[in-house]
């Protein structure tokens, strides 16, 4: 069974860079990446919280979240 | 053509973390993931750095660092 992991960014360019290498790395054979973009999507912005995520680009694998280099955090995100 | 990843790591908790989830995530059929320790290796200090990698833990993929929530500094790995 396919595990769905979440890549919340906010269209940066540190976000895009980490969307084009480590999300499409992922393993296709187990892995659903589902991309959010939080500045796109202010409803998202609290499941990105609940799992735990304080900036972006961030992935969040199996309900734990990986803060990849830093975009924005996600106070930033909230004031649009 | 495979392409490898390196996934420099220090052995704290943060890096064993990010090694069972973002390293093991990726695909086996485009990468070998090449796990390196740095206290253990301290000779690879060096390629972590020319490579980027400010902080560990951090994943090198197609020549670019991703660093990886944060464990430790690449300063205070070298202080051993």
């Given at each position: 069974?396919?595990?769905?992991?979440?890549?919340?960014?906010?269209?940066?360019?540190?976000?895009?860079?980490?969307?084009?290498?480590?999300?499409?790395?992922?393993d296709p054979e187990r892995y659903d990446v589902r991309i959010v973009h939080l500045c796109e999507n202010a409803s998202e912005i609290a499941n990105a919280e609940a799992a735990g995520v304080q900036s972006v680009p961030a992935l969040v694998l199996h309900g734990e979240p990986f803060h990849i280099n830093f975009g924005a955090s996600l106070a930033d995100v909230k004031k649009g």
């Open positions: 069974m396919k595990t769905t992991a979440v890549f919340y960014h906010a269209g940066c360019p540190v976000c895009v860079s980490a969307e084009r290498t480590v999300a499409t790395a992922l």
